[in-house]
């Protein structure tokens, strides 16, 4: 509910601290960039408002963002995929398995035009863990975030709750009045608000 701009401070701020609270626990830099770069990933790329297709954050992926077609069509709004750790976790492979595709397909159009290129990731066994464990960090960093998003939203839904019911239908008359009188010809929105009174 905070919105876009609401997420984004706030995960700006929880970025602040992630970075203060490692630093001061003497971890390496390479790890506080790792965890902050999840949190900007969650932030701007999969946040777990991909799961309404007119969001800020699907908006942000440009012509790409019909990939977020399917993920949006199944995901309702603020269901089970908008709680952390699980949306984040089913985000990831969402993204892994479109990019495994796109490989799969790369390979078979090189074959076609009988190009080979290996795909082959051999690297020491060392290597590969110690790059996990900065992909670790990453998913830590994406989430917390992801954890602050959930919150954010569950909090301001409890607020706006706790406003009793007849204020809050009296702001939404306000606000529905002040928008006609704004956008429409003066006389049909007096017109209007009457046969709303009755
Ligand atoms: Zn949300």
Do not use: C
Not at 135 to 161: E, N, P, S
């Amino acid at each position: 509910m905070p919105g876009f701009v609401g997420h984004t401070v706030a995960n700006t701020a929880l970025l602040v601290g992630t970075t203060v609270v490692m630093r001061a626990q003497s971890w390496s830099w390479q790890d506080v960039m790792a965890v902050n770069a999840g949190i900007a990933i969650a932030t701007f790329a999969l946040s777990p408002d991909m799961d309404l297709f007119n969001s800020q954050s699907i908006k942000g992926w440009g012509w790409l963002r019909f990939l977020w077609l399917p993920y949006a069509k199944l995901a309702k709004h603020r269901d089970r995929l908008h709680v952390p750790i699980l949306g984040t976790a089913v985000r990831w492979l969402y993204v892994l398995a479109i990019l495994t595709l796109i490989l799969i397909l790369f390979r078979f159009w090189f074959r076609r035009i009988g190009l080979s290129i290996d795909f082959d990731f051999a690297g020491d066994t060392e290597d590969i863990l110690y790059n996990a464990l900065y992909l670790a960090d990453v998913f830590l960093g994406a989430v917390l975030a992801d954890t602050l998003h959930y919150l954010l939203d569950v909090i301001t839904t409890k607020l706006k709750r706790l406003v009793p019911r007849r204020f809050r239908e009296r702001y939404e008359r306000y606000a529905r009045a002040h928008y006609e009188r704004e956008h429409r010809p003066a006389r049909e929105a007096i017109g209007m608000s009457f046969k709303e009174q009755r």
